[in-house]
């Protein structure tokens, strides 16, 4: 409600961790500020019909240490540990993470091969947005000005789905993200979901890379097998890889390719252990 | 804010005493601790949340409070450097700072006394990765990280 009255002029504050130095650089400027952690209720992590939600104020301590998430999540859980560092974990949110739309995320590739969504809230109405259609392009969503994200909603993998999760970079921020997970059954790749994120403006999902794993067996699927060889080539094009002060583009197109496989590797290799992590 | 924006009190605990102080909304936690309070163990350096020199506790965890408004402090418990040096069960730890000789220009000192209590706090008998991946937020520029991490083990040992 505030938010609409105050058009444009105010800003939903959570953490601050980027907003704040946003404002100190001269980048954003707003005259009022909104504090979400005000709104009771929005720290939870709590368990819904489908899986954990996580409240628009949890930070990505709160979610690494929290049991329900640890439980159900342990992928989510341990990628949250190497966001940046502990003092901006123990402020910084989930929510604003995604909300703020920065290129280089982890959470925002991660959460696209648990097929999350978020809860968003404006004056009269409220919704639902699957996580890949929040961030529209570099520190843009498709949020009205007025809306505000209240929740992050997180299925489990389902059952006998296993994932990983790859960084890599040498500035704060992460210059590449793969996220990957795995189902087997009888020998075979029965279900795959791949992710890549950090090379270009907004992580997507790869299908073509999926749909060549689909149906292939597991154990001929060694670092030099033609089809995973094929998923990772073709990850390294449909990634749209982009040149920033991470990199040129053709060097993100090989990290894609390179981290891909291991990544991949290291979903197949947790198979059967039980976990997604 | 524009600049009249009336300021916000705030009421915590400032390295175990009870404080009050009106703060403007924009004020950082750092420029409240320094300039306030004048506690200037607390050092500004990156100002931007990486370097870890400007840590201090709140309520027992480590923010920058290079960027942290002052006004979140309301209502809880602030741990400087200059609270830690008065604590006796903590003398452990700044000792083997010191027998280790874990700092050269000292900058980087405070917080990574802080970010290594936090860490005993939690776990009193850390391995040696988990202080690795504890102080990994926390930068120094000219000792290097070995004798830090060093000094924590030490300090976990004496302090159990
Ligand atoms: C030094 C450093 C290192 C970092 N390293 C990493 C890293 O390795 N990996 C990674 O993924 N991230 C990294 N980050 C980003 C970090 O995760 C974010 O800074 C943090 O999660 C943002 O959350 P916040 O609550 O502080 O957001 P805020 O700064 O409060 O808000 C960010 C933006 O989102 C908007 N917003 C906030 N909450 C909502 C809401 N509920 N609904 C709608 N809009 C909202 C705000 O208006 C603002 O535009 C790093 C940041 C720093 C400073």
Redesign the interface.
């Known amino acids: 409600m505030l938010l609409a009255q105050e058009s444009g002029a105010a800003a939903l504050y959570a953490g ?2 980027e907003l ?2 946003a ?2 650089s001269g980048l954003l400027a707003y ?3 909104i504090n979400v952690k005000s709104i009771a209720g929005l720290d939870a992590v709590a368990a819904d019909d489908r899986g954990v939600v996580i409240g628009a104020s949890a930070t990505h ?1 709160a979610v690494e240490r929290d049991a329900l998430a640890r439980e159900r999540l342990p992928l989510l859980a341990e990628v949250e540990h190497s966001v ?5 974990r ?2 910084g949110t989930l929510a604003g993470n995604l909300c703020f739309a920065e290129p280089h995320s982890d959470p925002a590739t991660l959460l696209l091969i648990y097929e999350a969504e978020l809860d968003a809230q404006g004056p009269s109405a409220s919704r639902r947005i699957p996580v890949g259609e929040l961030q529209t392009n570099s520190y843009e969503t498709s949020l009205a000005p007025d809306e505000m994200v209240t929740a992050v909603r997180v299925p489990p993998f389902p059952a006998g789905m296993s994932g990983a999760y790859s960084k890599f970079g040498r500035h ?1 921020r992460p210059t590449l993200g793969v996220a990957a997970a795995v189902a087997v059954e009888d020998g075979r790749v029965a279900d795959v979901r791949i992710a890549i994120g950090c090379v270009s403006p907004v992580a997507r999902r790869l299908p073509r890379s999926e749909d060549v794993l689909r149906g292939e067996r597991v154990d001929g699927l060694a670092a030099d097998a033609p089809a995973l060889r094929e998923a990772c080539r073709l990850a390294a094009e449909d990634a749209d890889a982009v040149a920033d002060l991470h990199g040129e583009a053709d060097y993100k197109a090989h990290l894609a390719r390179v981290f891909l496989e291991r990544t991949l590797l290291r979903a197949l290799g947790r198979n059967g252990s039980g976990g997604d992590a | ?2 600049d009249g924006m009336t300021e916000i009190p705030v009421r915590f605990t400032l390295n175990g005493a009870e404080a009050e102080a009106a703060v403007a ?2 004020m ?1 936690l750092i420029d409240l601790l320094r300039g306030e309070f004048g506690l200037t163990g607390t050092k500004r350096s990156c ?4 370097c ?1 020199a400007c ?1 201090v506790l ?1 309520d027992g ?4 409070s290079c ?3 002052a006004f979140e402090a309301r209502g809880k418990a602030v741990l400087t450097v200059e609270g830690l040096a008065a604590d006796e069960r903590s003398a452990p730890l700044t000792e083997a700072f010191v027998n280790n000789a874990a700092f050269q220009c000292g900058f980087c000192t405070p917080g990574m006394l802080l ?1 290594a209590k ?1 860490l005993l706090d939690a776990d009193p008998a850390p391995s040696e990765e988990t202080i690795k991946d ?1 102080l ?3 930068v120094c520029r000219c000792t290097g990280y070995k004798k830090i991490v060093e000094a924590v083990e030490e300090a976990a040992e004496a302090m159990r």
């Open positions: 601050g961790t704040l130095l404002m100190k005259d009022a500020l301590s940046a560092n502990a003092r901006v123990n402020v704060h | 804010m524009p909304p924009r950082p100002d931007a949340q990486v870890g840590a709140l965890q480590p923010v920058s960027t942290l408004p970010a936090a504890a990994s937020g926390n």
